[in-house]
């Protein structure tokens, strides 16, 4: 069983759709990433967040600590959002533990 | 300020040979991380390094390894290549002191092993 789990594997969605990507994992972690990877296997770090709640433009990150649980939303979705998005669990200074990553595609 | 940037950006090996791939952090940045990512395996953490010293090491073979030099600097080198190693491979690099800034990735290597 992987230690970290995301869900959906794949979502489509209509432009201006609100999207929420779900991860959660099985141990305690110091801090999650958010990553987004484009097609060329770019990887961009969105954010990282050990409580609460960020906000960065129309993207948001929440973890819930005791549930052991973190979403990733956006808001207003626009086909250039298209890309795999994928949560890591970070374990001890920069040793990461992957999702499997969800597809993300918006169609105009 | 330049970003991550790796080297080569694309490679084609045989099995059997070894190879060695350069990332270059962002200045300033002392900590170095590889990862590998496979269509079967996804990502997967290879190694660490702060400070020219291995902090950490991924559940990987003997085969993979690396190193980091004075100037941040970071290489790491698969000899005896299999099939099973053709794989994008990224490195990361973030702010000395800041353990809980974000990576900054390169845009990786990619190899193919035939």
């Known amino acids: 069983k992987n230690e970290v789990e995301q869900s959906p594997q794949n979502l489509t969605a209509q432009e201006g759709e609100f999207i929420t990507i779900n991860c959660s994992y099985s141990?305690?972690?110091?801090?999650l990433h958010w990553l987004q990877q484009h097609p060329g296997g770019g990887i961009v770090s969105l954010f990282m967040l050990s409580s609460g709640k960020k906000k960065h433009g129309r993207l948001i990150a929440t973890i819930n600590i005791q549930e052991k649980h973190s979403s990733l939303h956006i808001t207003a979705s626009h086909p250039r959002d298209s890309a795999v998005y994928i949560c890591?669990?970070?374990?001890?200074?920069?040793?990461?533990?992957f999702g499997t990553g969800t597809r993300l595609q918006v169609f105009p | 300020k330049a970003g991550v940037t790796q080297t080569p950006r694309y490679l084609i090996k045989t099995r059997g040979q070894q190879v060695t791939l350069s990332c270059s952090p962002i200045s300033g940045h002392r900590s170095v991380s590889w990862y590998q990512q496979t269509p079967g395996q996804g990502l997967q953490f290879l190694f660490e390094y702060f400070s020219e010293t291995q902090r950490n090491k991924g559940n990987f073979p003997g085969r993979f390894s690396g190193r980091q030099f004075s100037n941040s600097r970071s290489e790491m080198n698969v000899s005896t290549l299999e099939l099973g190693d053709s794989a994008l491979y990224l490195c990361?690099?973030?702010?000395?002191?800041?353990?809980?800034?974000?990576?900054?990735f390169g845009n990786g290597t990619r190899l193919t092993v035939t």
């Open positions: 890591a669990g970070q374990y001890n200074t920069d040793k990461l533990i």
């Open positions: 990361a690099s973030r702010p000395p002191g800041q353990g809980f800034s974000p990576l900054h």
């Open positions: 141990v305690g972690i110091s801090a």
